[in-house]
């Protein structure tokens, strides 16, 4: 069980059979040093809530238009279109407080189905179709091999003028340059939790978004970080290794596949 994994930590279990990670992503992993056949399950899921809320922030900061001037006209969010990329526990919950707003919700998934949640749940190849008719799109998707600069130049630019783009999965997931280039044009606004990292981790960017109005970000702290949600979140996991440790099956397993 652990938050992170080390090279030096993965040679030294040498029994290792399976890996429980605390935190809900799994992209931190080094996935191509885990030997075949270790099981993997990360903590989806545990920190959907706060993170959910925090992303309600990020929309409604710029639905509002906060950082802008009177002239600039505010957006009603009931009977706009939520698209959420990304319909598992994050966006779920979000889509929860969507309906509150008397929003109408889209999920994309990869594995489509029905959820109260949402009006409708597409697959993610028909998330084009959608994405020129949505009001507010949200990324909740993990980062992996499928989602690595998804929101490309070409999908960016097919956004409806003055849509709001928050992203809570992972920086990786947008396409930095076009995204700085898409905003100075001032077609669609966007609020993140995070950013780009660097081949060390750390997070940042190349461009200056501060500099513009539509742009708005917080330092990577949309779990909260506060103990109830730290004690929810080891509590899931360690009710998933007992799962597998009693019955050899947990929630959660992630194909390295996905990853290499």
Known sequence: ???????????EARS???????????????????PKGVRIFSNAGAYSIPVAEHAFALILYLAKRLPAGKEVPRVQLQGKTLLVFGAGGIGSQAARLAKAFGMETVGVSRHPAPSPEFDQVLSTD???????????VLIAAPLNRGTMGFFNNSRLRM????AILVNVGRGEIVDETALYDVLRS????YGTDVLWRDREGKEGTSYQFQDLPCF??????ASGNSEDVRERAMLMAAKNVRS??????AQNEV?????L
């Open 1 to 11: 069980m652990c938050w992170g994994l080390t090279e030096e930590a993965l040679r």
């Open 16 to 34: 290792l059979k399976a890996i429980q990670t605390f935190s809900a992503g799994v992209d931190h992993l080094p996935f191509r040093v885990i």
């Open 126 to 136: 028909r998330v084009d179709q959608v994405l020129p008719t949505s009001d507010v």
């Open 159 to 162: 956004m409806k003028q003055g």
């Open 186 to 189: 001032g077609k669609i606004w």
């Open 216 to 221: 708005i970000s917080t330092p990577h702290v």
């Open 244 to 249: 597998y440790l009693d019955r050899g099956t």
């Open 255 to 259: 194909n390295p596949s996905d990853y």
